[in-house]
């Protein structure tokens, strides 16, 4: 679990103006108002993967097409559905024409997607690899649930700490010594992990090489320096 500062200081606002009557209650500040916003990131361990993939049949037919895709469906799920954490997820599928006259063919088309384990990451991967009409659309990182709650947790003490030494540091440039934090604003969470492509090959694919999730933490802040 690594942690590090990606915006210290995002926006810095000094005014020696009074709060305004509608804030008075709550941020009440007879000396001059300090506004800033933190931002810090870390990345959580992978505790497990969400796949997606694309399925396709063809035919003469609109028919023979959705034939053909119901049978390269029934194989992958006798495949996978073995390491799928919970269910396998099938949306309903959708056909079109290609071609014109003579080379006029059908295609159905339909996905699926789950989440497998770690230790299954491998043998998912190497298993649709080879089933015709199935394409991989990469694999996402989820993160291990008690891993990120404490990471936020983590994220959140680094952005009050950042703040609260950017917030004495400018008061000891004002020369004044009395530090008051008046509001706390915490902007959406944001988690990300980037898809990964994937394409089967003989030595396969390790789980501990795939990214971590990265997640990010931001803080608008407000003191009274006086």
Known sequence: MRQ?????????????????????????CSGTHFQLAVQHQGE???????????LSGEGASEAEAMQQLNRRLDRLRQEIKPLVIGRLT??????????????RRFMANTAASGEVSSRNYDRLIQAVGVLPGVRQQG???????EAEASLQQQLMRAALQQGQAEAE?????????TIKLLSIKRRGDLRQSRP?????RANGFDP???????????????????
């Open 90 to 103: 099938v949306p309903a599928p959708h056909s079109h024409p290609q071609g014109r006259g003579s080379e």
């Open 4 to 28: 590090h500062c990606v915006l210290a200081l995002a926006t810095m606002l000094i005014s020696t103006q009074l709060a305004s009557p509608t804030q008075a209650e709550s941020s009440a």
């Open 196 to 200: 990964m492509q994937l394409q089967a």
């Open 139 to 145: 694999m996402q990182s989820i993160a291990d649930p």
């Open 44 to 54: 959580s361990p992978v505790a497990r993967f969400r796949f997606s993939l694309a």
């Open 208 to 226: 501990s090489e795939a990214p971590e999730v990265r997640s990010s933490v931001r803080l608008e802040l407000q003191y009274c320096l006086s």
């Open 169 to 177: 540091a400018t008061a000891r440039a004002l020369g004044v010594s």
